[in-house]
T-cell receptor, first 114, second 113 residues
């Protein structure tokens, strides 16, 4: 069975500050890892994903994440937060062989203050 | 290109009543998913279709939930009868194939009173 743990249900940063959202996963097979963003009353939008290859993955809106197998982590970062980044962020994992079945974390709500 | 379209966006019903949600996936997408998102939680997969075949419905509560995807395009998710605990957001997603990116609709927010 797979699982995802997102540390911190709420994260608040100042505009211009570093954004760091934490994600740890558990998987018995090589995982595919994803970060999705959800704006209020909207569906989920894919930010980035790791499948194979380079462990540092760049996504949309200036976000990136690094797959660290030894730490079973896939933390999401952005060097400088913008007000428009305020949203709910979900980390998800799937088996490499069944990329379609996503197991999501409970989400982290990012607040950006002036 | 139109995204995944879901309707209605919001639905309020009394407990024990039936309710249905509709999903129109992105044109040409063979794989369709229904997810349940409870308040403050991440989405959980209810059912996955490959064309018109339900290939993974292990998380679908079959005593009251049913789904269909006639002709392998649009899909309907039904609850009968609804219970208070069914209040949640129901998300539909589609992907070109099972191993490609899934695109999500805006969801249907169900409130059972």
């Amino acid at each position: 069975a797979q699982s995802v743990t997102q540390l911190g249900s709420h994260v608040s940063v100042s505009e211009g500050a570093l954004v760091l959202l934490r994600c740890n996963y558990s998987s018995s097979v090589p995982p595919y890892l994803f970060w999705y963003v959800q704006y209020p009353n909207q569906g989920l939008q894919l930010l980035l994903k790791y499948t194979t290859g380079a462990t540092l993955v760049k996504g949309i809106n200036g976000f990136e994440a690094e797959f660290k197998k030894s730490e079973t982590s896939f933390h999401l970062t952005k060097p400088s937060a913008h007000m428009s980044d305020a949203a709910e962020y979900f980390c998800a994992v799937s088996d490499a062989g069944t990329a379609s079945k996503l197991t999501f974390g409970t989400g982290t709500r990012l607040q950006v203050t002036l | 290109e139109a995204g995944v379209v879901q309707s209605p966006r919001y639905k309020i019903i009394e407990k024990k009543q039936p309710v249905a949600f509709w999903c129109n996936p992105i044109s040409g997408h063979n794989t369709l998913y229904w997810y349940l998102q409870n308040l403050g939680q991440g989405p959980e997969l209810l059912i996955r279709y490959e064309n018109e075949e339900a290939v993974d419905d292990s998380q679908l509560p079959k005593d009251r939930f049913s789904a269909e995807r006639l002709k392998g395009v649009d899909s309907t998710l039904k609850i009968q009868p609804a219970e208070l605990g069914d209040s949640a957001v129901y998300l539909c997603a589609s992907s070109l194939r099972w191993d490609t990116e899934a695109f999500f609709g805006q969801g249907t927010r169900l409130t059972v009173v």
